[in-house]
Each structure stands twice: as C-alpha cells, then as structure tokens.
Nanobody
Framework: QVQLVESGGGLVQAGGSLRLSCAAS????????MGWFRQAPGKEREFVAG???????SYADSVKGRFTISRDNAKNTIYVQMNSLKPEDTAVYYC????????????????WGQGTQVTVSS
C-alpha cells in the first residue's frame, strides 16, 4: 500500500504563492489517481485538484486558474502550485491516492496523508 507525506505548508500573505509536495512510498504514484483536498475549521473536507493515472487533471472552480497539480514520476511525488492565494484558501491540505472513480469524489481515495497547514493572511 502507498504511504503519503505532505510538506510545504506555511503562512503566506494574500496574493502570495506556495507549493505543496506529497511524497509517496511503497507504490509508484503513476499507478494511482492522486488528489489534493482541504479542510477549513468547521467545514467539510473539499476537493481541490486531482490528476489521473493518464495525466488528466481536474480542479475545483474556486482554485481554477490559480492552482496547478503536477506529478513527478522520477521523484514519486505530486505537487500543487498555489498562486494568488486568498484568505479563504486557509485550510489543512491533504494528499490522497485512489484507484477507481471520479477525481473530484472523496470516495475515490482510500489512502490519505496527515495534512499540512496553509494559512493565508489578509
């Protein structure tokens, strides 16, 4: 089974950028659909971005045009580049791996990382 470890979170001012990383071990990421989700205090965990085994991508409307998901097979790592950050992007960001299903659906994913905090100040 794949294990996932996120990194790259932190505190950034509105308008700034961060790149989150999700390092996988145990299995190669190109065998999985991979996704990024986030959860703000008091809110449900929500889909942010996903990349399929074939390289197709999907984004939540709230981040489209600002976030970019990518995969580095050599490093067995996926990334999300987050630009033009807004205070409403503040959340714990989770990386997830799955096999079958739509990228946007939580049920597609059965392995989750521990999360990394992103805080955007106004």
């Amino acid at each position: 089974q794949v294990q996932l470890v996120e990194s790259g979170g932190g505190l950034v001012q509105a308008g700034g950028s961060l790149r989150l990383s999700c390092a996988a071990s145990g299995r190669t990421v190109n065998n999985y659909s991979m996704g990024w989700f986030r959860q703000a205090p008091g809110k449900e965990r929500e889909f942010v971005a996903g990349i399929s085994r074939s390289g197709g991508t999907s984004y939540a409307d709230s981040v489209k045009g600002r976030f970019t998901i990518s995969r580095d097979n050599a490093k067995n790592t996926i990334y999300v580049q987050m630009n033009s950050l807004k205070p409403e992007d503040t959340a714990v960001y989770y990386c997830a791996a799955g096999r079958v299903g739509l990228l946007q659906m939580r049920g597609t994913y059965d392995v989750w990382g521990q999360g990394t905090q992103v805080t955007v100040s106004s």
